[in-house]
């Protein structure tokens, strides 16, 4: 089954405390992407990779990293969160010419 | 300005009847994609329908049609007899560029409506 799987789905944690959200796709998909998901902002593209090794920023980078260094895995980092990074995050990835399928999201909380 | 607009927060529809969630969008890019997610209570964006600029015909994916209007530039998904389980978060979305990216670029999503479909 063609899957998109985030982990963990719900996370509470503290300020500072350094966390990282995995995403693996088994599609063979070469694109691959982060949203956040926030009220009355809608969804917002926070890094995305065309491929193994390449990544570039969104339009919202900003306390994040990503890495991308096996085709199927696309993990999050969060160096040193912070409250405003409480939102629901979503992992994407499509390939050419076909739609993005969405993880199931992660619920972040950071205290 | 606005990339996609969604002008109705929320909708109301008897089970068994049709709806139409209304979506215009703003793009001078000629290849373009529009997708439909439905987002239920539980969290996860689930791909409803896709629609390609250059597309003829208009999408269709069971109970769910894409009323494609291209000179009105609007995109709008009708479910057919709803159903309980239809009641959720619907975004309508766009990737521009898509003949130079291919499905290679970001989502652009609007705002979503709120489906309630009433027993």
């Known amino acids: 089954e063609a899957q998109v799987t985030q982990n963990p789905r719900y996370l509470i944690t503290v300020t500072g405390k350094k966390l990282t959200v995995t995403c693996s796709q088994n599609?063979?998909?070469?694109?691959m992407s982060w949203y956040r998901q926030d009220p009355g902002l809608g969804l917002r593209q926070i890094y995305y990779?065309?491929?193994?090794?390449?990544?570039d920023k969104g339009d919202v980078p900003e306390g994040y990293k990503v890495s991308r260094k096996e085709k199927r895995n696309f993990p999050l980092i969060l160096e040193s969160p912070s409250p405003n990074q409480t939102s629901l995050y979503f992992c994407?990835?499509?390939?050419?010419?076909?739609?993005?399928?969405f993880g199931d999201g992660t619920r972040l909380s950071i205290l | 300005a606005q990339k996609i607009t969604q002008t109705q927060p929320g909708m109301f529809v008897q089970e068994k009847e049709a709806v139409t969630l209304d979506c215009t969008y703003d793009t001078s890019d000629p290849s373009y994609g529009l997708f439909w997610y439905k987002q239920p209570s539980s969290g996860e964006m689930i791909f409803l329908i896709y629609q390609g600029s250059y597309d003829q015909q208009n999408a269709t994916e069971g109970r769910y049609s894409l009323n494609f209007q291209k000179a009105r530039k609007s995109a709008n998904l009708v479910i057919s007899a709803s159903q309980l389980g239809d009641s959720a978060m619907y975004f309508c979305?766009?990737?521009?560029?898509?003949?130079?990216?291919?499905?290679?670029?970001?989502?652009?999503f609007g705002a979503g409506t709120r489906l309630a479909v009433h027993p």
């Open positions: 599609m063979n998909h070469e694109y």
């Open positions: 994407a990835s499509g390939g050419r010419d076909q739609p993005q399928h």
């Open positions: 990779s065309m491929n193994v090794e390449v990544t």
């Open positions: 979305a766009m990737i521009e560029s898509l003949f130079l990216f291919g499905g290679y670029n970001k989502l652009i």
